[in-house]
């Protein structure tokens, strides 16, 4: 079945540590993002890329890196710059164009600062 | 920039009654998609119901269905017959019809947590 992957499902990092979270897609979307979720906040974008090797700053990009080298995978990593990693983050993806789609949501990370 | 509020945090409703949930959003845009999302306890996003801003005719998905107000930026979701299974947290969203540069990604409200009470 077609959809989006998310691992590890639970990360923990050390401070000062880089951690880097996966996403990859079998749905052939071009467009791809990772959103943040905070308790009573929604989700708020962090990063997107519509195609390959681009890729935009959203609304909270301090912080966070993303590569995108191929058009199923779009790996988000959390830098030590980042002051509040403890969050769930979720990728999501949709198909060019296609503005009216709702997106595809993977199942989301849960990471945790120790 | 475009904003979304959920004013209601929580909502209760008996299983097989009907429930209304609120949302208004922000936008000086003529032309944008709405969606209502959907997050059970396993924290997967469901696409619930969409509504195109140019369409006047509202949305309507099985026991889902939205009451658009374009003009005063407003657009509910009604849920008839709740089960049990409706339980989550609800998430309103915006996005704009133009393409590239900062229009992408979805805008999201904080959510509205509803409980089924059997």
């Known amino acids: 079945d077609g959809g989006i992957t998310q691992s590890p499902k639970y990360l923990f990092r050390k401070e000062g540590q880089n951690v880097t979270l996966s996403c990859e897609q079998n749905?052939?979307?071009?467009?791809m993002y990772w959103y943040r979720q905070d308790p009573g906040q929604g989700l708020r974008l962090i990063y997107y890329?519509?195609?390959?090797?681009?890729?935009q700053k959203g609304d909270i990009a301090e912080g966070y890196s993303v590569s995108r080298e191929k058009k199923e995978s779009f790996p988000l990593t959390v830098t030590s710059a980042q002051k509040n990693p403890t969050a769930f983050y979720l990728c999501?993806?949709?198909?060019?164009?296609?503005?009216?789609?709702?997106?595809?949501f993977g199942s989301g990370t849960r990471l945790t600062v120790v | 920039a475009q904003t979304v509020t959920q004013s209601q945090p929580e909502m209760s409703v008996q299983e097989a009654e009907t429930v209304t949930l609120s949302c208004t959003y922000d936008?000086?845009?003529?032309?944008?998609?709405l969606f209502w999302y959907k997050q059970p306890p396993s924290r997967q996003m469901i696409l619930v119901i969409r509504?195109?801003?140019?369409?006047?005719q509202n949305a309507t998905e099985n026991r889902f269905s939205v009451n658009f107000q374009k003009a005063a930026k407003s657009f509910s979701l009604k849920i008839s017959d709740s089960q049990l299974g409706d339980a989550a947290m609800y998430f309103c969203?915006?996005?704009?019809?133009?393409?590239?540069?900062?229009?992408?990604?979805?805008?999201f409200g904080k959510g509205t947590h509803l409980i089924i009470q059997p």
């Open positions: 999501a993806s949709r198909p060019r164009g296609w503005f009216n789609y709702g997106y595809t």
């Open positions: 749905l052939n979307h071009d467009a």
């Open positions: 890329s519509q195609i390959v090797n681009d890729f």
């Open positions: 936008t000086s845009e003529s032309d944008y998609y």
């Open positions: 509504q195109e801003a140019y369409k006047q």
């Open positions: 969203a915006y996005r704009s019809a133009r393409s590239g540069g900062g229009a992408d990604g979805l805008t």
